[in-house]
């Protein structure tokens, strides 16, 4: 069973940046789509980019134009480049994979800004 690690949470000041990055323990190769998604304090899980096997990206509405996601298979990585963030933004995010019809979760890193 594959194992996710997350890594670059932190704090930052609104209009900052922060670059995400999720290490699988396996090839990413035959992964059907990776990505992450965030949970605040209070409320459900949502997703905020996906990207498929072949690389198309896809977008929750509140992030487009400010976060993108890449995956490199070579390094068995998936990452999320967050600017313009802003305090909504506050949450835990975790990175997600699924193959085989089995989806996995990372333990989650957070991501707080501040006013």
């Known amino acids: 069973q594959v194992q996710l690690v997350e890594s670059g949470g932190g704090l930052v000041q609104a209009g900052g940046s922060l670059r995400l990055s999720c290490a699988a323990s396996?090839?990413?190769?035959?992964?059907?789509?990776m990505g992450w998604y965030r949970q605040a304090p209070g409320k459900q899980r949502e997703s905020v980019a996906t990207?498929?096997?072949?690389?198309?990206?896809d977008y929750a509405d509140f992030v487009k134009g400010r976060f993108t996601i890449s995956r490199d298979n070579a390094k068995n990585t998936v990452d999320l480049q967050m600017d313009s963030l802003q305090p909504e933004d506050t949450a835990v995010y975790y990175c997600?994979?699924?193959?085989?019809?089995?989806?996995?979760w990372g333990q989650g890193t957070q991501v707080t800004v501040s006013s």
């Open positions: 990207i498929s096997k072949i690389g198309i990206p």
């Open positions: 396996r090839s990413t190769f035959t992964f059907t789509s």
């Open positions: 997600f994979s699924r193959a085989r019809g089995i989806s996995t």
